[in-house]
């Protein structure tokens, strides 16, 4: 294979599908945390979905299953985010939408190797899901001004500290990657990984025994 298939991708590259987590009715409620301070939020992620879905990119929605700190058992998701069909809903008992979920399988087996993540909340289930991706080898990214927090200033820090996407890099991206379900096959990440190793060990010196 040629040399550049291994560069590591640009953002506009980058094989991206779309993680929506926990925007449900239980995690928004008039008296703790009404939806109103995060209406711009909610926008941006509602707009994100349908271009997602227009680009007929994978919309991963990621809904908790379990006792909320409210007691709420509302478990569908707002109706600010409009029509998420078609999208794939997984349903998870932690904090990180991988752990024991079938989400990394998926998003492997359909060709993507990274993930945007956008949703609620920024001090617990999104960043505990942008962190778990890396231990799956997808390489994760935070949907700029899609992030809720329990406070604002909180959801900006996670943003410094992540790697993120911006609305124009989001479209960009929408247009340019190109999605492949052979991308992920074993003997392609095999090969790929092969020749991370042959770059890495033709840098030192060969020793013969």
Same mark, same amino acid.
């Given at each position: 294979?040629?040399?550049?298939?291994?560069?590591?991708?640009?953002?506009?590259?980058?094989?991206?599908?779309?993680?929506?987590?926990?925007?449900?009715?239980?995690?928004?409620?008039?008296?703790?945390?009404?939806?109103?301070?995060?209406?711009?939020?909610?926008?941006?992620?509602?707009? =994100?979905?349908?271009? @997602?879905? !227009?680009?007929?990119? #994978? &919309?991963?929605?990621?809904?908790? %299953?379990?006792?909320? *700190?409210?007691?709420? =058992?509302?478990?569908? @998701?707002? !109706?600010?985010?409009? #029509? &998420?069909?078609?999208?794939?809903? %997984?349903?998870?008992? *932690?904090?990180?939408?991988?752990?024991?979920?079938?989400?990394?399988?998926?998003?492997?087996?359909?060709?993507?190797?990274? %993930?945007?993540?956008?949703?609620?909340?920024?001090?617990?289930?999104?960043?505990?899901?942008?962190?778990?991706?890396?231990?799956?080898?997808?390489?994760?990214?935070?949907?700029?001004?899609?992030?809720?927090?329990?406070?604002?200033?909180?959801?900006?820090?996670?943003?410094?500290?992540?790697?993120?996407?911006?609305?124009?890099?989001?479209?960009?991206?929408?247009?340019?990657?190109?999605?492949?379900?052979?991308?992920?096959?074993?003997?392609?990440?095999?090969?790929?990984?092969?020749?991370?190793?042959?770059?890495?060990?033709?840098?030192?010196?060969?020793?013969?025994?």
């Amino acid at each position: 294979m040629s040399e550049p298939d291994y560069k590591v991708p640009t953002k506009a590259q980058r094989r991206l599908c779309l993680i929506v987590v926990d925007m449900q009715n239980c995690f928004f409620n008039e008296n703790e945390s009404p939806k109103e301070p995060y209406k711009e939020e909610i926008e941006t992620i509602a707009k =994100t979905i349908r271009l @997602f879905h !227009e680009h007929s990119r #994978d &919309v991963f929605m990621i809904r908790y %299953v379990g006792e909320t *700190h409210s007691g709420s =058992t509302d478990l569908k @998701f707002i !109706e600010e985010l409009g #029509d &998420v069909e078609p999208c794939t809903v %997984v349903e998870k008992h *932690h904090m990180n939408s991988f752990l024991n979920t079938q989400l990394a399988d998926i998003i492997m087996r359909k060709g993507y190797d990274a %993930v945007l993540v956008c949703g609620s909340y920024a001090e617990y289930c999104v960043m505990a899901t942008y962190w778990g991706a890396n231990d799956y080898e997808i390489t994760p990214f935070l949907l700029s001004g899609g992030i809720i927090a329990y406070s604002k200033e909180k959801g900006r820090s996670a943003e410094d500290v992540c790697s993120t996407y911006n609305m124009d890099e989001v479209l960009e991206n929408l247009k340019t990657a190109e999605i492949d379900p052979d991308y992920n096959k074993t003997s392609n990440r095999m090969r790929r990984k092969y020749y991370y190793v042959q770059q890495s060990s033709s840098a030192s010196s060969h020793h013969h025994h």
